[in-house]
């Protein structure tokens, strides 16, 4: 599938499986095609969740075909559909020995284990809290750390972490800055000022990246301690709108 949008990525599964205009329309309980031609062109506002979900199962969509289609339409998760990934990543993360966490393509964090809490200094009840509040990734970039933290490809290109996360959340969310959760974290953020002199000034094209799924990551303590980790991330097979983050502390 090629499609970048999502009327084209519905009528690339409609074809696919042999279906229909109508055939699609009748399933989802529509009288004729007109509605789900005009999807199709693009010719109508994004269809709402529930209308998704009614196309999706017309499509007979496998739970991977699911999760490309909503990650290309911009729907978020649900907290049903996040309670499911949880319950078979939950292992994984809490046992990994260094910082980890899940998190959406939003940047919202769904789940962390201790050594994130430790390593950052996050509050110790985000263990429990994650899942319901949801913080932003990008929201580190205003954190008042006790910490200093630098990403970059390699030892070469680090740089401070705000600068980066906030170069990075523009270049991974173009054309999404018209979404009503875009709109409302950054209206968030931005009354922070130094949030909105960065954000003023950075630009999607100051991030820089060989490896998509690859950072390199330097922290150090006020006490001189500097700590360095390979950061991969990872989309899930079965819902690619979810990322598993794993840090690996580099051995010196």
């Known amino acids: 599938m090629t499609?970048?949008?999502?009327?084209?990525?519905?009528?690339?599964?409609?074809?696919?499986?042999r279906l229909s205009q109508l055939e699609v329309s009748l399933k989802i309980g529509w009288k004729d095609s007109t509605r789900l031609s005009k999807i199709e062109q693009g010719r109508v506002g994004r269809p709402t969740r529930?209308?998704?979900?009614?196309i999706i199962i017309a499509l007979e969509l496998t739970d991977q075909e699911k999760g490309e289609?909503?990650?290309?339409?911009?729907?978020?998760?649900?907290?049903?559909?996040?309670?499911?990934?949880i319950k078979s990543v939950s292992k994984k993360i809490t046992t990994?020995?260094?910082?980890?966490y899940l998190m959406d393509f939003g940047w919202r964090m769904l789940l962390v284990n201790q050594p994130t809490i430790d390593i950052f200094g996050f509050?110790?009840?985000l263990l429990q809290t994650a899942k319901k509040m949801k913080p932003n990734l990008l929201e580190s970039a205003i954190s008042d750390w006790k910490i200093e933290i630098f990403k970059g490809d390699d030892k070469e290109?680090?740089?401070?972490?705000a600068q980066t996360l906030i170069a990075q959340f523009k270049a991974e969310h173009l054309g999404k800055e018209n979404e009503k959760w875009y709109k409302l974290l950054i209206n968030k953020l931005s009354?922070?000022?130094?949030?909105?002199?960065?954000?003023?000034?950075?630009?999607?094209?100051?991030?820089?990246?060989?490896?998509?799924?690859?950072?390199?990551?330097?922290?150090?303590?006020?006490?001189?301690?500097?700590?360095?980790?390979h950061v991969f991330d990872s989309k899930l097979v079965f819902d690619r709108r979810f990322i598993v983050v794993l840090y690996l502390k580099e051995n010196k």
């Open 157 to 161: 290109t680090l740089k401070p972490l």
């Open 69 to 85: 289609f909503l990650l290309t339409g911009g729907y978020l998760p649900t907290d049903k559909e996040i309670d499911r990934v």
């Open 123 to 125: 509050p110790q009840d």
């Open 96 to 100: 990994w020995p260094y910082p980890a």
């Open 191 to 229: 009354a922070h000022a130094p949030f909105r002199k960065l954000w003023n000034t950075i630009d999607a094209k100051d991030y820089h990246k060989k490896l998509y799924e690859y950072e390199y990551k330097q922290i150090k303590w006020p006490n001189g301690k500097t700590i360095t980790y």
């Open 50 to 54: 529930e209308t998704i979900d009614r």
């Open 3 to 17: 499609t970048a949008t999502l009327g084209g990525l519905i009528k690339d599964y409609r074809i696919k499986k």
